[in-house]
């Protein structure tokens, strides 16, 4: 009878010690997960929401998650502008590493004639770590992202919030 209390007993230890380990591997991997996400989409795009209005109407935006790797990286993304409204670009990027570019071309990276339209290394900031460009003329736009090479794995991310208003 002592045996078989003790051998029930030793299940129920390593039963509690199964439990524990497990959370504690659901811990580290929760700790992992949030500083993988430092980007607040939510506070990003209100603090751009406030730059936008009252001239402008909210269009549309959007999150650019980034991993910053051992080489340099350039993501691209195409934006099209319609005639008829003037645009408003507002960029956050609170949550991108300090040495980043934002550079806008009038053609994409493949074409070698393509050019300059905006640098947000070259432009004001209109609150910290906010730009903004009101393009000229309505056109298709090219956005690159260009991330520096980092020694280890660094999450980051970048909010376009775009505005319009009609001529």
Not at 50 to 63: A, G, H, Q
Not at 70 to 91: A, N, P, R, T
Not at 117 to 140: N, R, V
């Amino acid at each position: 009878m002592l045996e078989y209390n003790i051998s029930i007993l030793n299940k129920y230890t390593m039963n509690k010690i199964g439990i524990y380990i497990a959370l504690v591997v659901v811990l580290v991997i929760s700790a992992a997960a949030k500083e993988k996400s430092d980007c607040d989409v939510r506070i990003l795009k209100s603090e751009l929401l406030k730059e936008l209005r009252p001239d402008f109407k909210y269009d549309s935006s959007t999150i650019n998650k980034f991993s910053l790797n051992s080489e340099e990286q350039v993501k691209e993304v195409k934006i099209i502008l319609f005639s008829g409204e003037k645009y408003k670009m507002l960029f956050n990027t609170a949550a991108l590493p300090s040495n980043f570019k934002i550079e806008i071309y009038d053609k994409p990276r493949t074409d070698k004639k393509r050019k300059l339209l905006f640098s947000a290394k070259d432009s004001e900031e209109l609150e910290d770590h906010i730009y903004s460009f009101e393009p000229k003329k309505p056109q298709t736009m090219y956005i690159n992202y260009i991330l520096p090479a980092s020694e280890e794995t660094v999450y980051g991310c970048s909010v376009l919030l775009m505005g319009y208003k009609i001529n």
